[in-house]
């Protein structure tokens, strides 16, 4: 979207209209030196939004290490005592330890859940009562596959260098992690009985810190109304995958609020009139002195600012005291996922109800109604247990 700051701004001569001045002792005219170009507002290396990719892909490549699935498939065998198998890892003989869960177990192609959860994923239950707070900031962190990912480290890069190149590493990674939270937090109170890992909360707050900046900004910007119609289709978009199945939507429009608000306060640029009187030569008057900012754009970084403090404050409370926000509102869950005769919303239950006479143990998933019986060597092994009814349940 092109900004009146990107064009070059030639200093004007101090002679007043522009002629040569004559060289000494010579009725030549010097050449005219070569004008300086002058940018408004500063261009930043980006460096933050590679590092975050980095930290993202490392902490994915250190879960899959922690997950090591042919090690638990192979105790889960050995429980099983030779009746049945535990379902088979991705990949196993390429990657070895680094192998994928099943696919039926896991789609995205990752880890297992409770593997994600050892590693910080963001669960309720977990925050209200256990108090691990950090969960809001760890679960931004974690993918829960390579599609995962994939999707939002190539969002991030095309997005992330854009701002930071215009804003700099303090105001973006401030707005990313902020936003995350801020995603986090909804998730929590929404998404009660599920677990959420991803970025994809402080992508969306990008996304809205991109739309207040053109609202803020809206007089350094030409052709602004094509730009906020782009601008507004893209989040339109990218808000309505969020109503597909196993897509925590809550997470985005949690991130999308906090980035758009945090977008007034962090984002916010001197009117273009300031910053050529700024920046112009000495002795060249500019007219009346002008404010560094405009009074809409104060009077929204205020509003914003006093909405952002309050919504997390009350956030913070409700999430303390364990507050089921789905049971307050009957017709919230169809911002997370919007039920049709191709799919489901409904997430897939893999519990079984399982009683034991010896070593026969018999199983029945709730969601199925499928029941079966093996014989197995260890029934206090957790891993062969959930093995055997992922499969059953599958």
């Not at 701004?9 to 004008?35: E, T």
């Not at 303090?170 to 109170?189: D, E, H, Q, W």
């Not at 929404?190 to 991803?198: D, H, L, Y």
């Not at 970025?199 to 007089?219: P, Q």
Request: hydrophobic fraction near 45%; aromatic fraction near 10%; include cysteine.
């Amino acid at each position: 979207m092109p900004r009146r700051g990107e064009t070059a701004v030639v200093p004007i001569d101090a002679d007043g209209a522009g002629h040569r001045r004559p060289k000494s002792g010579h009725g030549q005219h010097r050449p005219r030196p070569p004008a300086q170009e002058f940018r408004p507002f500063r261009r930043w290396f980006p460096f933050l939004v590679p590092l975050f990719v980095a930290a993202n892909v490392g902490l994915f490549v250190l879960t899959m290490y922690v997950n090591d699935c042919p090690a638990h498939a192979a105790a889960a065998d050995a429980a099983i005592g030779g009746a049945a198998q535990a379902q088979g890892c991705l990949l196993q003989q390429d990657l070895g330890r680094f192998a994928f869960q099943p696919y039926r177990e896991n789609p995205l192609v990752g880890p297992s859940s409770a593997t994600l959860l050892e590693m910080g994923a963001l669960e309720t239950s977990k925050i209200a009562k256990d108090h691990e707070w950090y969960r809001l900031i760890t679960c931004i962190w974690l993918h829960a596959g390579v599609v995962h990912i994939l999707a939002n480290m190539l969002s991030l890069l095309l997005i992330g260098i854009r701002l930071e190149k215009e804003f700099g590493f303090l105001r973006i990674g401030t707005l990313y992690v902020i936003s995350g939270v801020g995603g986090s937090l909804l998730s929590a109170l929404f998404m009660v009985s599920n677990i959420s890992v991803g970025a994809s909360g402080a992508l969306f707050g990008l996304l809205g810190s991109m739309l207040s900046e053109l609202i803020t900004n809206w007089t350094i910007y030409e052709n602004k109304f094509a730009a906020l119609l782009t601008l507004v289709i893209i989040i339109a978009i990218n808000l309505a995958v969020g109503i597909l199945p196993h897509v925590d939507n809550f997470a985005h429009i949690g991130g999308f609020i906090s980035g758009f608000f945090l977008g007034f306060v962090l984002l916010i640029r001197p009117q273009f009139q300031y910053i050529n009187q700024k920046n112009s030569p000495l002795g060249v008057s500019s007219g009346t002195a002008k404010c560094k900012y405009k009074i809409y754009q104060i009077i929204l970084l205020v509003i914003a600012l006093v909405i952002l403090i309050c919504g997390f404050i009350i956030g913070f409370v409700l999430l303390m005291k364990g507050f089921n926000a789905s049971e307050q509102c009957s017709w919230c869950h169809y911002l997370s996922c919007v039920p049709t005769s191709k799919w489901s919303c409904k997430a897939p239950s893999n519990y079984c109800v399982s009683s034991q006479l010896g070593d026969q143990l018999n199983l029945t998933c709730q969601s199925t109604g499928k029941t079966e019986t093996y014989v197995i060597n260890n029934p206090a092994n957790a891993e062969a247990l959930k093995h055997l009814c992922l499969g059953l349940c599958s």
